[in-house]
């Protein structure tokens, strides 16, 4: 069994109430932090702990937070990213609806460390429930003088506060989410100036992921150093992966950075294998948005080397042969999965979540999902390969925010990897979906 | 706003003087407020337009942006533009129980396309219609983060999870029996993951 740090106690009856959090050892990190540590310290064993940021793009939390300008008399804020909507993500709710308090405690901690008096959790809106579960957690906080002005009888005191969204992919990227926050449209704002300069309201600000939030605690109770030495080089501590798709156990689970992916999937305290005693064809590593690998380059590296769950290790080989620990949304396909179909769904997907700021990411997306439902009613051509390949490798690197990268990546990975899929169907005129047990289980279950 | 705001909305001042939010409701919209700075208010947007629409019939009609737009102290077009930007806000009528199920690779690979079609065979309607008894409306999602409990389909503040054709049945005969607006605020959700 691996290290657990952030969902060790999930199965824990009444775990969700601050009574039952408390005496597993719930809120030690505020005590510690707020009456044995200075600000700078929670920062720097932050630092030391080498924690990436676990909403996909991996920057050092720590670095991110010593960023934060400090001009005097301007208010600072922390910001908690809760708008989980990568494809293939289902962590964070997860961790919200289970533990909560685990994320209340991590934004009092974090935000002694960064001077915040107030913080926002923003959810997105089709979590409400898990909203009316983090709040019910922060007025449970309040009344245990956990929240509040004078906390613990400390000098520090803070307040913070839950906010839902109202359905928008774009408003996972930080200086949209601010924008939302604002009570405007999600439309990402040019960089710089980054939000630890101007954020909220043009006041300093850091936004962090839930489950990044959520990892201070332990830092803190462990010391940095010590949380340093899980994993494998840079990539330390745990994370929190979503499994999905055609595995015998889809769910949340809680790995040591560096196991091997083989192990992930196959082993019965993980994804348990594939289902139906099926082969596996193709897995999305991170969520949507980043590269889908074949079985023999998600399992080993182009050197041959095994894949470990690790950023460094799942980016080996780059594009052409690696892929990304992204926001760790795992998706894995059988071998009756249609490629083309799944990318599909993706184009589809990031055409409706196109903010429509810039022209490459707003009309290219639509033109890719038009020229992928060509492939789907058999009106193909091989040429509209070609063309797809053309049209995404013109919005990667041409727009504000990476929704444009996001919605290139997993094209261009498709057709690198299964172009004689594309082929085919361009070929005989006709796209057949094999994928007939699925339609037994919605049955059978 | 302008007399012709959306498609086929028009502005109606007759409309515009009934609409009032209950005194609950009120009390949820001045603590939402109460969470941001002075002068800040207009970041209570988004969440309460979510009250609004779950005591104006599920969807926000011109007239009641308009209501939102003078509570909050900012101007109507700023209301539009955001309820015209996100998935969850309405801005034609709706049934009852909006149905949102998921499309998404998970859910798709789960069979999610076939729920849509038994769903629309059931109520005897496409996607984005309302059912002839003003009970249910179809809509498809994009990814709702429920991709380990695929397929699924949302109710409002519900999340119905590993969908079967036989929990569909039971879903709607359920929201059917009970025959109420099913909205994202209602405290009584159900989940199942």
């Known amino acids: 069994m691996g290290k657990k740090l952030l969902i060790h106690n999930d199965k824990v009856h009444g775990i969700e109430t601050l009574e039952v959090y408390r005496r597993h050892g719930g ?83 974090s935000s002694y460390a960064l001077g915040a008096k107030a913080s926002y959790i923003y959810i997105r809106g089709e979590y409400f429930y898990v909203a009316r579960i983090v709040e019910n957690a922060i007025r449970e906080a309040y009344a245990a003088g956990l929240l509040g002005q004078n906390i613990l009888g400390t000098n520090f005191s803070h307040d913070c506060y839950v906010q839902v969204g109202g359905g928008a992919y774009i408003c996972g990227e930080e200086t949209a989410l601010l924008e939302s ?28 992921n839930v489950e990044t939030i959520a990892a201070v605690c332990p830092i803190v109770m462990m010391g940095g150093e010590e949380y340093a030495k899980i994993g494998i080089g840079k990539s330390t501590g745990t994370k929190l992966i979503s499994a999905s798709g055609h595995i015998n156990k889809p769910g949340v689970y809680e790995i040591e950075l560096g196991i091997p992916v083989e192990e992930f999937i196959y082993s019965e305290e993980y994804c348990g294998g594939i289902r139906n005693g099926k082969k596996m064809k193709a897995v999305v590593a991170g969520g949507s948005s980043v590269p889908i690998l074949p079985t023999e380059l998600i399992l080993k590296t182009a050197k041959g080397e095994p894949r470990l769950m690790t950023y460094e290790s799942l980016a080996d080989g780059g594009f052409q042969t690696g892929t990304m620990l992204g926001s760790g949304g795992f ?62 490798s013109k919005i990667e690197g041409k727009t504000i925010c990476p929704l444009g990268e996001a919605a290139a990546w997993p094209v261009a990975a498709a057709i690198r990897h299964f172009k004689h899929e594309f082929l085919e169907i361009a070929r005989s005129k006709k796209f057949v979906d094999v994928s007939h047990y699925d339609r037994l289980n919605l049955i059978r279950r | 706003m302008g007399a012709q705001l959306h ?26 407020i109460s969470h941001y700075p002075e002068g800040k208010q207009k970041s209570a947007l988004l969440p309460v337009l979510h009250v609004a629409q779950a005591e104006f019939n599920g969807w926000l009609s011109p007239e009641v942006m308009d209501y939102v737009a003078s509570i909050l102290k900012i101007k109507p077009i700023e209301v539009f533009e955001v309820a015209s930007f996100y998935t969850m806000y309405n801005l034609k009528p709706v049934g009852k129980c909006v149905l949102e199920v998921c499309q998404t690779s998970s859910c798709w690979l789960n069979g999610a396309e076939d729920i849509v079609k038994y769903i629309e065979k059931k109520l005897n309607i496409k996607v984005g219609e309302t059912s002839s008894d003003g009970m249910f409306t179809l809509k498809v999602a994009e990814c709702l983060g429920s991709c380990g409990t695929a397929p699924m389909l949302q109710c409002g503040a519900s999340y119905h999870e590993n969908l079967t054709y036989e929990k569909v049945d039971k879903i709607l005969a359920d ?19």
């Open chain 2, 175 to 193: 929201y059917k029996q009970e025959g109420k607006l099913r909205s994202y605020t209602d405290l009584d959700y159900k989940n199942t993951l």
């Open chain 2, 7 to 32: 498609g086929t909305q028009t502005f109606d001042k007759a409309k515009r003087a009934e609409i009032k939010f209950s005194e609950e409701a009120m009390k949820t919209v001045q603590t939402i």
């Open chain 1, 331 to 392: 998706i894995v396909m059988d071998e009756d999965t249609s490629i083309v179909k799944n990318l599909f769904t993706f184009t589809r997907f990031y055409h409706h979540e196109s903010c429509g700021q810039c022209s490459p990411c707003r009309e290219g997306t639509g033109w890719m999902e038009k020229i992928l439902k060509k492939f789907l009613n058999g009106t193909a051509e091989e040429k509209d390969v070609e063309l797809l390949w053309d049209i995404q």
């Open chain 1, 27 to 109: 809120y030690a990190s505020v005590e510690k932090a707020l009456k044995t540590m200075t600000p700078d310290q929670v920062t720097d064993e932050v630092k030391k702990s080498g924690l990436r940021g676990r909403g996909g793009a991996g920057f050092p939390t720590g670095m991110k937070w010593s960023f934060l300008a400090k001009p005097e008399g301007v208010p600072r804020y922390l910001v908690c990213n809760a708008d989980e909507s990568e494809p293939g993500t289902f962590k964070d709710r997860y961790l919200m609806e289970k533990i909560p308090h685990a994320l209340i405690e991590g934004m009092i901690t």
């Open chain 1, 181 to 208: 926050l604002e009570g405007k449209r999600g439309n990402p704002r040019i960089k710089p100036p980054f939000p630890a300069v101007a954020g909220l309201w043009g006041c300093p600000t850091v936004v962090n």
